[in-house]
């Protein structure tokens, strides 16, 4: 079934841990996206990707980094947790050959991060 | 860059009401779309309109490209339709980074 995973749904962590957010999709998709939400607020763009080794810096500025080496996967690493990191982060994808047309866009469940 | 104002920012319908949400923008855009927010944060996809008229069950919605609005129409509303309502756009500059409105807040009660 096309679908888009990430893991965990909710990770609660101390300052100063690295952290791996991953997503996945099974939708067909080229193009990669992380948004950023806080609590009762609108989404911001945080990263994307439009292919494999291709990723860009969103409209949000972001400590963490992502890596887009398969088409399928795209993670979000943080080295060092801090407590204003504590939000909800999105993951999307877009873009033929898959479920859509090449514009719409499709997101995951979401990771609810807490840093302590 | 492009601003996206919904309104209302909050709504209370009584089950069975019908009701409109509004989406401007600032700019000419070649995607917009509504999405559902559920209490768990899920993001639904409703509709793919960057311009015309589509419908799907008790759910409509209109984009008027040339006015720079969108409206979303809510019909015989449920319990279930609860939650956040996002526009979100992309314009010709940046048709995949998709710039969100505020949200309107639906609370239908039984």
């Known amino acids: 079934e096309a679908d888009i995973y990430q893991t965990p749904r909710y990770l609660v962590i101390g300052t100063g841990k690295k952290i791996t957010l991953e997503c996945s999709q099974t939708m067909g998709h080229d193009k990669m996206y992380w948004y950023q939400q806080d609590p009762g607020m609108e989404l911001h763009l945080i990263h994307y990707s439009y292919g494999v ?64 | ?61 209109t984009t008027v490209a040339t006015e720079r609005y969108s409206l979303l129409y809510i019909s015989s509303s449920q319990t279930t339709d609860s939650g956040v309502y996002f526009c979100a756009v992309g314009w010709s500059g940046a048709t995949n980074k998709l710039i969100f409105g505020t949200g309107t807040l639906l609370a239908v009660q039984p």
């Open chain 1, 53 to 116: 080794n291709s990723t860009e810096k969103g409209d949000l500025s972001s400590e963490s980094t992502v890596s887009r080496i398969r088409t399928e996967h795209f993670p979000l690493t943080l080295e060092s947790a801090r407590p204003s990191h504590t939000s909800q982060y999105l993951c999307a994808s877009s873009g033929h050959p898959g479920t859509g047309t090449d514009n719409e866009q499709f997101f995951g469940p979401g990771t609810r991060l807490t840093v302590l």
């Open chain 2, 1 to 61: 860059g492009i601003q996206v104002e919904q309104s209302p920012p909050d709504l209370i319908l009584q089950e069975g009401a019908n009701s409109t949400l509004r989406c401007n923008f600032s700019d000419s855009v070649n995607n917009l779309q509504w999405f559902h927010q559920n209490p768990w944060g899920q993001l639904i996809n409703l509709f793919y309109i960057p311009s015309g008229t589509k419908q799907n069950g008790r759910l409509s919605a």
